[in-house]
């Protein structure tokens, strides 16, 4: 008798199971009927429609209503994959990033609100969605199409590595007009190639425990990547230093406070792929400092008891580490 395959990591490399992904701004999650009255507000706007070349104007309750359920349809048949993408932080809806897919060639799509628009959004999504199709689905080439005037979108494109393959007219069945469209394409080997470039970057971070067994967490402000979001102390790490002095010097200037080396006790480390550069985290714990933090780059600070930390948004890298400390803590 052949085993029964187990549930969770065995299962989980192909293909997507519905659970949500987060980026370092964004989730992307399943499309649902609740999303109908955001999807209606967001494409029926001029500025949208036009830079598109299937989504109807004006759009209206019914159009949001019929694309949700076609794209469960299509789910479900397995011709396709779709993302809501909202900011993880307010939780509301910016766009849809997504593919139809034909054996071994999966077909781009995407769209963001106009509030949305030059934040680099689309560049993070499509990012993420890439990596989905190309680890866990059987694709060899991704395209896309684009309207030539629409530069923002062939940007987006061309810095996730497509490249352009000809210029066609089609027709356009939304707007009832032929135009001239440029395809795209981006195949595995070219993906992978690029994946192979990208950053190992090293940051240190330490979890400050108060003698009421409370973390201290610091949010990051405003202009800087993943503002809003609340993390553990620490920072990146030196060429020639080593993670226990980085996160000593790290200390001093975030915090204004001074930490022996003997005080801190490695914990866990997170390993997380930001698409961009890959994430190594070593963390550490910590009872005794001298001084009081204060914080000194603009961050804000609270102790939080350990039950609670998962209450605060948290980049995805820190995510995992919450439940190991909370363990540990408890």
């Known amino acids: 008798m052949d085993p029964i395959a187990p549930e969770g990591c065995q299962t989980a490399a192909r293909g997507w199971r519905g659970t949500p992904i987060d980026t370092a701004r964004l989730r992307l999650r399943a499309l649902t009927p609740n999303d109908a009255e955001a ?3 967001l494409l029926d706007d001029w500025d949208v429609s036009r830079n598109t070349s299937n989504i109807p104007f004006p759009y209206d309750r019914q159009t949001a209503d019929d694309f949700i359920a076609k794209v469960e349809s299509e789910i479900a048949a397995g011709r396709a994959v779709v993302f809501a993408v909202e900011d993880r932080l307010d939780r509301q809806l910016l766009g849809c990033v997504g593919s139809s897919i034909d054996e071994e060639r999966a077909e781009i799509g995407y769209w963001f609100g106009h509030g949305a628009w030059g934040r680099g959004y689309a560049t993070e999504a499509l990012s993420r969605f890439l990596r989905l199709l190309f680890d866990h689905f059987d694709i060899d080439v991704a395209w896309a199409s684009v309207l030539p005037e629409n530069k923002a979108s062939r940007r987006v494109l061309d810095k996730a590595g497509f490249l352009f393959e000809e210029r066609r007219r089609v027709d356009l069945p939304a707007r009832g007009i032929a135009a001239d469209l440029d395809f795209l394409c981006l195949d595995r080997a070219s993906w992978e190639e690029a994946r192979r470039g990208r950053t190992i970057l090293l ?3 330490v979890a400050l425990i108060d003698v009421d067994g409370k973390v201290l967490l610091a949010q990051r402000p405003p202009g800087k990547s993943m503002a809003g979001q609340w993390e553990f102390p620490g920072g990146k790490v030196n060429t020639g230093e080593t993670p226990e002095r980085a996160l000593i010097r790290e200390l001093k200037e975030e915090l204004g406070i001074d930490v022996s080396q003997s005080c801190l006790a490695p914990l866990a480390f997170a390993s997380h792929d930001y698409d961009g550069f890959h994430l190594l ?5 910590c ?7 204060q914080p000194r780059e603009g961050q804000q600070l609270k102790w939080v008891a350990p039950a609670h930390l998962s209450d605060y948004p948290m980049p995805p890298a820190d995510i995992p580490l919450v439940a190991l400390l909370r363990d540990w803590l408890v």
């Open 39 to 41: 999807v209606t507000r």
């Open 203 to 205: 940051v240190v971070a």
């Open 287 to 293: 009872r005794q400092w001298r001084g009081m933090p």
């Open 281 to 285: 985290m070593p963390l550490y714990a």
